[in-house]
Every structure is written in structure tokens, then in C-alpha cells.
Nanobody, 120 residues
Framework: QVQLVESGGGLVQPGGSLRLSCAASGSIRRINTMAWYRQAPGKERELVATVTGGGAPNYADFVKGRFTISRDNAKNTVYLQMNSLKPEDTAVYYC??????????????WGQGTQVTVSS
């Protein structure tokens, strides 16, 4: 079993910042790509950012220059630093992890989601 626990969401004014965290635990042998997705009301889930096992980040165009994804391999944790937030960033943010379990099974695991609301 692999579990993801997210934290850091909340209400912030436009132009503000938030930092999301997602910690993986359980029967993990190795974590490969870690990612953040988001889903706004009435819209499909969309990819926000990814970071490879080697730490290489990649971003959706709509967050480039504002969001930063990073990871701490010692803590099995991925972060999303969100700056210059806009009302259109309002969504439920989901952590996503590709990992190899202790039983050598490749798994993709989703977090429970954390609400980010950008409003004045």
C-alpha cells in the first residue's frame, strides 16, 4: 500500500502565495515522476507540473514563471510553490506519484486533493 497525504491548500487573495506539500508513505522501493494536477469546477483535471526522479521540472504554460515544483527524495515529498496566484488558479489540487513498490510493482497513486481558492 502506498498513501499520499497533501497539505497546504487554503484561501488566498489574488497575487498571494501558497505552498502545497504531498508526502508519500508505505511500501515504496523507489519514486519516479511526481506531479501536481488540478481540477476546477465543471472542468477536466489538468496537469500543472511534473518533476522527474532526477529533479527535472516541467510546467504547463499557464503556470510557467509563477509556480515551482520541487521534491525532497529523503522525505518522499513533493512541493508546489505557487506565487502570483490568480482567481483562475482556483481548483482542487491533486498530487500524483509514479512509484515502484517493495513488491516490484509499478503503481500510480493519487492524493485526496487539497482546495486552493484565490479570491478577494
Amino acid at each position: 500500500q502506498v498513501q499520499l497525504v497533501e497539505s497546504g491548500g487554503g484561501l488566498v487573495q489574488p497575487g498571494g502565495s501558497l505552498r502545497l506539500s504531498c508526502a508519500a508513505s508505505g511500501s515504496i522501493r523507489r519514486i519516479n515522476t511526481m506531479a501536481w494536477y488540478r481540477q476546477a469546477p465543471g472542468k477536466e483535471r489538468e496537469l500543472v507540473a511534473t518533476v522527474t526522479g532526477g529533479g527535472a521540472p516541467n510546467y504547463a504554460d499557464f503556470v510557467k514563471g509563477r509556480f515551482t515544483i520541487s521534491r525532497d527524495n529523503a522525505k518522499n515529498t513533493v512541493y508546489l510553490q505557487m506565487n502570483s496566484l490568480k482567481p483562475e488558479d482556483t481548483a482542487v489540487y491533486y498530487c500524483n506519484v509514479d512509484c515502484i513498490t517493495s513488491g516490484f510493482t509499478l503503481k500510480t497513486v493519487w492524493g485526496q486533493g487539497t482546495q486552493v481558492t484565490v479570491s478577494s
